[in-house]
């Protein structure tokens, strides 16, 4: 991942196969397919790898329970098919997750689907526990064959608020079903990226770069990290952007563009709490329920906190988007409908975010009730410009058949033919994932002298890259950071091989520090400092990366300097009890 190599081989040779806008999960996917057909294409993104709305899901790995609601039954078995896909092929970051519905109503929502029908715009009722038993028993149907997860289950009223007592008590029932969540889906992205680079030499990718037209015709590649431009020649355009299709659309394809808009994204924002006993109390489980107003939110244990989402908001700019106040008010108003004696106070929220959906354009009112399925739209080039491939719509847990498809396409379209299926692929640190993770885990300690702590805290991170990772460590002398189980030797490695050119790139997403809550001021510093050595930035440069990154995280994700800087000295607490109590 070799940015200098990359831009020294489009010097070399401008033309390109296929040519993939955007460095989202859908974007990654079909480059990755690509690559693995020895195509030469060349994936482009103006940000980070995985930093718009492929950051911005509610980590679920899910078949779309609701989506049964508006008919749309093949993507839910679609869906179904690729999580338990994603249970195997990333055992290391996708684990089933006991799902359980708080149900208030017997009867209500029977006429959801007729009303769907029918076309009418109201907003659908209240999902009674009739309902909720068919859209399960569908659900368990569609995996019959593949039996992964249980099957779901009815609790009554006594029995559900004994397991969980602080549950509204106006509920009637409650049913438990599975699916799945994902703990790094930042990193499934870089590892889907990095199984399709070390497949083939015609395959490149950059981030932080764009594309605009050359004033002759054709395209210019401008790199954002040296500010150079080159040519670009490619024989076709997959537009991969997500809610931002129509905008790259009018800019590079003007001709071939349509009138009428292909996407109609909404927003949807997430809280990650610090509430030890909220968190305890879920005892493992998401809580799967409606709002007063009818909107589905989640509630679920998440990297030793709580993530509570999320809401439904149609934009027009997805490049502003961000969840604001009344957002937040709004999570936590669903969050004492559900769970009426929890309060969460304002310093709890230790991180936010938000993302755009990428849907289809859609009149439907209620935006609950806009398809979630994907599909491939190809717009002709004219003047000898090169053929679009848009990616319409997608959600995060069918981004391999998704690129899978576009992929096709293009295959087709190439006269090329598939040579390997990914269906079955296992990537990054899911490849040989062991039956006995303890005793891989004392294996790794012991091939590389790391403390077994150590080796158990980095396959939890990278799976079975873990031994990647763990070689390159104890090359040189390694030292903890202010952060516990982090080091200098682990954030290097991850400088040189993953593509990092911002400090974001590294405690955003490479990383789960920041969502986490457990990033502190002292961690970025030193992170920082580590990130200044390797990329050889004087003081000044350094000091404007600082400032971009906490700007950044303030008006992003709500966590602001004060916030970090109070964490130095919680931190320091909790060592000084640590050590007093050995």
Not at 318 to 346: H, K, M, N
């Amino acid at each position: 991942m070799n940015r200098e190599e990359t831009l020294d081989g489009l010097r070399k040779s401008p033309k390109v196969d296929v040519c993939v806008l955007g460095g989202g999960i859908n974007g990654l996917s079909v480059f990755r397919e690509l690559a693995l057909q020895g195509v030469n294409v060349l994936l482009v993104e103006k940000g980070d790898y995985c930093s718009g709305a492929s950051a911005a899901l509610s980590r679920m790995v899910h078949g779309g329970l609701r989506y049964l609601e508006n008919g749309e039954f093949s993507l839910v078995r679609e869906s179904l098919v690729e999580r338990d896909r994603l249970l195997r092929n990333a055992p290391h970051y996708v684990a089933p997750l006991p799902t359980t519905v708080p149900i208030f109503d017997v009867f209500s929502g029977l006429g959801n689907g007729v009303v769907r029908f029918l076309g009418l715009t109201r907003r659908p009722s209240r999902r009674g526990a009739i309902t909720i038993k068919a859209g399960l028993s569908i659900y368990d149907f569609l995996t019959r064959k593949r039996a992964l997860m249980r099957k779901h289950q009815f609790r009554g009223r006594r029995s559900t608020l004994a397991k969980w007592p602080a549950l509204n008590p106006a509920i009637r029932s409650a049913a438990t079903y599975y699916d799945a969540w994902v703990s790094h889906p930042e990193r499934i992205g870089i590892e889907i990226l990095r199984d399709g680079l070390s497949t083939d030499t015609n395959a490149s990718a950059l981030n932080y770069a764009t594309i605009e037209q050359a004033p002759a015709g054709g395209f210019l590649l401008r790199d954002g990290i040296s500010g150079e431009m080159l040519t670009v020649k490619p024989s076709l355009v997959i537009n991969a952007t997500g809610g931002w299709i129509d905008i790259a659309n009018g800019t590079l394809f003007p001709q071939a563009a349509r009138p009428v808009p292909l996407m109609g994204g909404t927003k949807g924002s997430h809280l990650i709490i610090d509430h030890p006993g909220l968190r305890d109390m879920l005892d493992g489980h998401m809580i799967y329920y409606e709002n007063e107003d009818g909107r589905i939110c989640i509630l679920f244990p998440y990297l030793g906190k709580v993530l509570v989402g999320s809401t439904d908001i149609r934009v027009d700019d997805p490049e502003t988007v961000r969840c604001e106040a009344d957002e937040r008010d709004y999570i936590l108003q669903s969050l004492a409908f559900v769970l009426p004696g929890i309060s969460i106070r304002p310093e709890e929220i230790v991180f936010q975010f938000a993302g755009v959906r990428p849907l289809p354009a859609s009149n439907d009112s209620f935006t609950g009730r806009i398809p979630r399925d994907h599909f491939c739209t190809m717009l002709e080039g004219r003047d000898g410009e090169p053929p679009v491939l848009c990616m319409i719509g997608g959600k995060w847990t069918t981004f391999r058949s998704f690129g899978e498809l576009a992929a096709d396409m293009t295959l087709e379209r190439l006269g090329r033919k598939r040579r390997i299926d990914t269906a079955e692929r296992a990537f990054g640190g899911g490849r040989g994932f062991p039956g006995k993770p303890n005793l891989w885990v004392h294996q790794l300690a012991e091939a590389t002298g790391i403390t077994l702590d150590r080796a158990e805290t980095l396959f939890e991170r990278y799976g079975t890259d873990a031994q990647e990772v763990a070689h390159f460590i104890v090359l040189e002398p390694d030292y903890l950071l202010p952060h516990a189980g982090y080091s200098t030797r682990e954030f290097i490695y991850l400088i040189r091989h993953e593509a990092v050119e911002h400090l974001d790139d590294l405690l955003l997403r490479r990383t789960t520090l920041a969502i986490s809550g457990e990033l502190s001021l002292d961690t970025t510093d030193a992170v920082l400092a580590i990130l200044a050595v390797e990329k050889r930035w004087p003081p000044q440069r350094t000091a404007e990366e600082r400032t971009r990154f906490l700007n950044l995280l303030n008006d992003r994700h709500g966590v602001s300097e004060e916030a970090l800087s109070a964490r130095n000295e919680q931190r320091s607490e909790l060592c000084e009890t640590t050590a007093r109590s050995g």
